[in-house]
């Protein structure tokens, strides 16, 4: 069955870095490229950045802008995302989803293939 899976989540103090890689398991699918989503206790599952294939571009909630960014790995549709200046409110388990659409909005049913999700856990 494919799927996509995370890796890289953990504990790390606020101001500290974790950096989160998504790559697909159990065959190759097609898609215009990955996002990120994250869920907090408690709160909606909500878009974090997404990665296009086609030309390279991103796209980033306002809340990471400037601390996060999200790369490819050569020509793998292995994606990473850098988190550097952590805050305790970036404590939530994130997801890693295939972008169906050619410009997918921050919305998730424009994604598909969803992972099971690491959990990065910032303390204070």
């Known amino acids: 069955q494919v799927r996509l899976v995370e890796s890289g989540g953990g504990l790390v103090q606020a101001g500290g870095s974790l950096r989160l890689s998504c790559a697909a398991s159990?065959?190759?699918?097609?898609?215009?490229?990955r996002g990120w989503f994250r869920q907090a206790p408690g709160k909606e599952r909500e878009f974090v950045a997404a990665?296009?294939?086609?030309?390279?571009?991103?796209a980033y909630a306002d809340s990471v802008k400037g601390r996060f960014t999200i790369s490819r790995e050569n020509t793998k549709n292995t994606v990473h995302m850098q988190m550097n200046s952590l805050k305790p409110e970036d404590t939530a388990v994130y997801y890693c989803?295939?972008?169906?659409?050619?410009?997918?909005?921050?919305?998730?049913?424009?994604?598909?293939?969803w992972g099971q999700g690491t959990q990065v856990t910032v303390s204070s």
């Open positions: 990665y296009i294939w086609s030309d390279g571009s991103t």
């Open positions: 159990g065959g190759t699918f097609s898609s215009y490229g």
């Open positions: 989803a295939a972008a169906m659409r050619r410009r997918p909005s921050g919305s998730e049913s424009e994604y598909a293939y």
